[in-house]
């Protein structure tokens, strides 16, 4: 058994999720976690919301209510989505509580202390407008380096190199197109320089180990090339403040977002072990050298989890050029892996909320079934190149691979089951077709298995699907609906057993992409309860303040096992109903027209 910690990207709290956010790291990350239960494995899922920055101010402004009056509902509505599409976290919290703001304000503390965070002045980018500091994304310009006319404040898209808003040509404020004014202020500066040797020497390791995806490797080691200090406060009024004296009462002076986020994965670890009872038990993923760690997330978010990250924890555990000692929480496990996607477009353009060029989870899960878009996700989605969704691609892998393939497996096998025998028949002698599809099925465990564990879920979706393939043809080949005389009877006892065990084989190895249906299926064959257990969305109440706020938690104990389990003779078959609806053509040109509206 090994521990490992499924870290998932924090989704920001500006608003509901859109497709092209959880095809990015929402059911990757599910998929793989599952699967490591179900291969025995311990795992920690953990994430939440990312709730503070100025994007939260402005639309709080703009919504006339407080930032944390905004970032309560949309907590809210994003825990609903994640836990109705399926995804098993251990927790899923926020960055407003009170546990998260000790663990963060930790971090900086000794950080500070080991001479990582260097107090410096910087010309800051201010609002003429409004007097409030603009956040380094919502300043676009040309970058210096290389003429993008679209980067950032923060980077530069296009080449990959860190910028600050000033370095911009031309800079303007993304959200109403003004010029900032830059004045100078007093902030602290993560010394990446000073943790640049630990940080190649950690991912020279990473490269050699051969498991990053070659885009996120290269790219990781490519920003080494021009690192430099970062800030790490912002002038602003929405944020955990700086811990320090002379900082800790200034009203407007609080963490960098990006400083406070990426610690959520370690807080929300604590949170967990807190609300079990068992304080001290986080450590286990954290402090154990031999425990993995993956990190899922969009690819725009790498360099704050392949340098910014692993930098924050070096720095806290004085392994820089300048040493220094590790804090209260000891030494802590870098990332083993940082499992970045491609983008998700739709329809061939970029998702826009603010054009209204998007499709929002909760409207597809409203309409749809969840595995239809997880599958979706799990076969076409953004793994390692920019991927497409479309609503006509997406009505024809739901009917012709979910439907027409698995589903109608699943549905002509319980039929004939019930219609035949009302029950699982005893199996009679194998025939050679018998063994070699049993077989098939078998061995698709360990390559599906091997495909999910390098987080290779397009392949493993389409091994799957190739072995549910194995047992159409078999049926095709056998042809049960034939065998009418008394005289075929145990024969075709022997082909529906085999069929049965086969199609319990299909469900297990097709239960991380589709945990829903999985249940459905299970059902069929005659199990009771649930055969993948699903997460629950549960208020609670701040363990250090006392405020309530809605979670994400489940109980993953009774994960089935990866492997055959022979299916039982005499288990009652009722009369099956469909595990997958079948879509109409006309859902295209109706979802179309919405996005048109």
Known sequence: MTKVLTAVAWPYANGPRHLGHVAGFA??????????????????????????????????????????????????????????????????????????????QELFTQVWRNGYMVERTQRGAISPSTGRTLPDRYIEGTCPICGYREARGDQCDNCGNQLEPEDLIEPRSKINGEVPDFVETQHFFLDLPALATSLRAYLDGREASRTWRPNVIKF??????????????????????VPLDGWRDLPTKKLYVWFDAVIGYLSASIEWARRHGDP??????????????????????????????????????????????????????????????EYLTMESQQFSTSRGHTILVR???????????????????????????????????????????????????????????????????????DEAVLAAVETGFEVVGGLLRRQRLRQATAEAMRVVGEVNAYISRTEPFRMKGEDQRERLATVLHVLAQCVSDCNTILAPMLPHSSNAVHRVLGGEGEFMPMPTVTDVTDLDNGSAYPIITGDYSATPTWARRPVVAGTPIGKPAPAFVKLDESVVAEELARMAN
């Not at 021009?226 to 955990?240: C, E, F, V, Y």
């Not at 692993?310 to 392994?319: C, W």
């Not at 390692?384 to 024809?396: I, K, N």
């Not at 002509?412 to 009302?422: D, P, S």
């Open 280 to 341: 001290e038990r986080w450590r286990e993923w954290w402090n154990d050298p031999e425990a993995l760690s993956y990190y899922f997330m969009g690819k725009d978010n790498i360099t704050f989890h392949s340098q910014i990250w692993p930098a924050e924890l070096l720095g806290y555990m004085g392994k820089g050029d300048r040493g220094g000692d590790p804090g209260m929480y000891g030494e802590l496990n870098l990332p083993t892996e940082v499992v970045s996607s």
């Open 220 to 241: 990781s080691l490519n920003i080494l090339d021009d690192i430099k200090p970062r800030a790490m406060t912002r002038d602003i009024d929405w944020g955990i403040p």
């Open 363 to 433: 409207d597809v899960l409203t309409r749809y079934q969840p595995d239809a878009l997880r599958y979706f996700i799990c076969a076409a989605g953004p793994e390692t190149s920019d991927a497409d969704f479309t609503w006509r691609d997406f009505v024809q892998r739901t009917n012709s691979e979910l439907v027409a393939g698995w589903g109608n497996l699943v549905q002509r096998t319980a039929t004939m089951l019930h219609k035949n025998f009302g029950e699982i028949p005893v199996c009679g002698p194998l025939e050679p077709e």
């Open 27 to 104: 059911v990757p990350s599910d998929v793989f976690s599952r699967y490591l239960r179900m291969a025995g494995d311990e795992v920690l899922m953990v994430s939440g919301s990312d709730e503070h920055g100025t994007p939260i101010l402005v639309l709080a402004d703009k919504a006339g209510v407080t930032a944390r009056e905004l970032v309560d509902v949309n907590h809210a509505i994003i825990a609903h989505e994640l836990a109705d599409l399926g995804c098993s976290y251990d927790l899923y919290t926020r960055t407003t509580t009170g546990n998260h703001y000790a663990v963060a």
